[in-house]
């Protein structure tokens, strides 16, 4: 069964420090998330990406972050600064069409971000 | 917003116990239903899905019935075993027209284990 990877499964880094978080998507699927829960919070939801764009985003989301699909295959998260608050586990997800709500996101096994 | 309330845990069962996880939300409109469980390592995974008001969803022995009267969509199972122990998510999905969104918005999760 096709499955999303995502690397490093656990990412340390000093404060202030860039990070780039990497998933591998299902392959034929066009529709990109991420996600992350700090320890003991919810899941909550960063950014969706789609066509090459942005299509949503949280308050979460600042300019901080960014997204990119370089490759075709990889999908990344980038924090340009980070800080010890964005220590948390960072999910991708990915879903194969936009025709309906119904559709369902597949996830990978995360990213432990630590920041110290 | 969009949000999702469900029980705290962990919830502790012996095996073959009878399984109830609350989760109610609140929406604008008709948002598509979703359990996600998450085994320990592992990411998210989809259980089972409701789209609409009265739709059950099931999956290994789980269920759920997507209630609009109440705003719920408890999990339930008739005889949990060892192998259920996990961390379960009850996530909401808005449908967007345009731009490919769809974010899923979680509760916090319940634990549930399970023992002998």
Not at chain 1, 4 to 28: A, D, F, K, W, Y
Not at chain 2, 4 to 23: R, W, Y
Request: with cysteine.
């Amino acid at each position: 069964e096709p499955e999303v990877t995502q690397t490093p499964s656990h990412q340390v880094t000093q404060m202030g420090q860039e990070v780039i978080l990497r998933c591998v998507p299902i392959s034929n699927h066009l529709y990109f998330y991420w996600y992350r829960q700090i320890l003991g919070q919810k899941v909550e939801f960063l950014v969706s990406f789609y066509n090459n764009e942005i299509s949503e985003k949280s308050e979460i989301f600042d300019d901080q972050f960014s997204v990119e699909r370089p490759d075709g295959s990889n999908f990344t998260l980038k924090i340009r600064s980070t800080k010890l608050e964005d220590s948390a586990m960072y999910f991708c997800a990915c879903r194969s069409s936009a025709a309906m709500s119904t559709d369902t996101q597949y996830f990978g096994p995360g990213t432990r971000l630590t920041v110290l | 917003g969009d949000s999702v309330t469900q029980m705290e845990g962990p919830v502790t069962l012996s095996e073959e116990a009878f399984l109830t996880i609350n989760c109610t939300y609140t929406a604008t409109g008709y948002p598509s239903l979703f359990w996600y469980v998450q085994y320990p390592g592992e990411g998210l995974q989809l259980l089972l899905k409701a789209t609409k008001a009265d739709d059950k969803g099931s999956n290994k022995g789980f269920e759920a019935t997507y209630r609009k009267e109440t705003t719920s969509f408890h999990l339930e199972k008739g005889s949990v075993q060892v192998s259920d122990s996990a961390v379960y998510f009850c996530a909401l999905s808005a449908y967007i027209l345009t731009g490919g969104g769809n974010k899923l918005t979680f509760g916090t999760g319940t634990q549930l284990k399970v023992e002998l």
